[in-house]
């Protein structure tokens, strides 16, 4: 893939997120000037009319979204999980962004916020979003760049297993408080160790597919780890 291709690719992504943040960003808009007149604060107001029912879809048409522009971005899987990782992270952010513009909110980004309503609705300080969308952006535009490179990207068993615990992790600590999402009651202090733990585990589970992908010495090191354990198993088994 040529430098400059790369390049146009990454922008255009960058641009669709953008876009997209803003038209999330409308929308809160409108529900806060329906639901929060004075500001929107803890504990939520209950929603009792179809907006409730409407929200959730219109959730799924955002990810469907972003997984599109992924799709005709990137070739192979892994390179189009990347673009995906961008468009998230660039609309996840910028959503933030334009609603600080449009509304002066938030003041912090220790204010609390809903997230998501997929199961349930998940709710953290700014912040915790904020750090993973910036960790997904990275994430995203090195593999890109791998592939660019012409290595490939493939992550182990064991890196998708790492992601998999740091994924449970952070949704637990989004979903965990059911009180406040479902009870309309003060949100109780939030668990950074755990967003904190699970993003530990999405770097570690990266690097380490990142480097056995790309001739780098630790990268040979670790692709020669797997091989020579691989050639012990079946040694064992022929024995």
Same mark, same amino acid.
């Given at each position: 893939m040529?430098k400059?291709? @790369?390049?146009?690719?990454?922008?255009?992504?960058t641009?669709?997120?953008?876009?997209? =943040?803003?038209?999330?960003?409308?929308?809160?808009?409108?529900?806060?000037?329906?639901?929060?007149?004075?500001?929107?604060?803890?504990?939520?107001?209950?929603m009792?009319? %179809?907006?409730?029912?409407?929200?959730?879809?219109?959730?799924?048409?955002?990810?469907?979204?972003?997984?599109?522009?992924a =799709?005709?971005?990137?070739?192979k899987? /892994?390179?189009?999980f990347?673009?995906f990782?961008?468009?998230?992270?660039?609309w996840?952010?910028?959503?933030?962004? /334009?609603?600080k513009?449009?509304?002066?909110?938030?003041?912090?980004i220790?204010? /609390?916020? $809903?997230?998501?309503?997929?199961?349930l609705? /998940?709710?953290?300080?700014?912040?915790a979003?904020?750090?993973?969308a @910036?960790?997904? $952006?990275?994430?995203? $535009?090195?593999?890109?760049?791998?592939?660019?490179?012409?290595?490939?990207?493939r992550?182990?068993?064991?890196?998708c297993?790492?992601?998999?615990?740091? =994924?449970?992790? $952070? @949704?637990?600590?989004?979903?965990?408080?059911?009180?406040?999402?479902?009870?309309?009651?003060?949100?109780?202090?939030?668990?950074?160790?755990?967003?904190?733990?699970?993003?530990?585990?999405?770097?570690v589970?990266?690097? =380490?597919?990142?480097?056995?992908?790309n001739?780098?010495p630790?990268?040979?090191c670790?692709?020669?780890?797997?091989?020579?354990?691989?050639?012990?198993? %079946?040694?064992?088994?022929?024995?």
């Amino acid at each position: 893939m040529d430098k400059n291709n @790369l390049i146009w690719k990454i922008l255009w992504v960058t641009v669709f997120g953008i876009a997209m =943040a803003f038209i999330e960003a409308a929308v809160v808009v409108y529900l806060r000037v329906i639901y929060y007149p004075e500001g929107f604060v803890f504990p939520l107001k209950s929603m009792i009319d %179809n907006t409730i029912i409407v929200e959730p879809f219109r959730e799924i048409a955002t990810i469907f979204m972003l997984l599109s522009i992924a =799709a005709l971005a990137g070739k192979k899987l /892994w390179e189009r999980f990347a673009y995906f990782l961008l468009s998230f992270g660039v609309w996840d952010i910028f959503y933030y962004i /334009w609603l600080k513009v449009l509304l002066d909110w938030p003041s912090s980004i220790f204010d /609390w916020d $809903i997230l998501f309503l997929i199961p349930l609705p /998940w709710i953290s300080p700014v912040i915790a979003p904020v750090s993973i969308a @910036l960790l997904m $952006i990275l994430i995203g $535009i090195l593999i890109a760049y791998s592939f660019q490179k012409g290595h490939d990207f493939r992550p182990t068993l064991i890196s998708c297993i790492l992601v998999l615990v740091g =994924a449970v992790l $952070i @949704l637990y600590s989004f979903m965990q408080d059911t009180n406040a999402t479902l009870h309309q009651q003060l949100p109780r202090p939030y668990r950074y160790e755990l967003l904190v733990i699970g993003e530990l585990l999405f770097a570690v589970s990266f690097i =380490a597919s990142y480097l056995k992908g790309n001739s780098s010495p630790i990268g040979k090191c670790l692709t020669g780890i797997q091989e020579s354990g691989v050639r012990s198993q %079946n040694e064992k088994r022929k024995s």
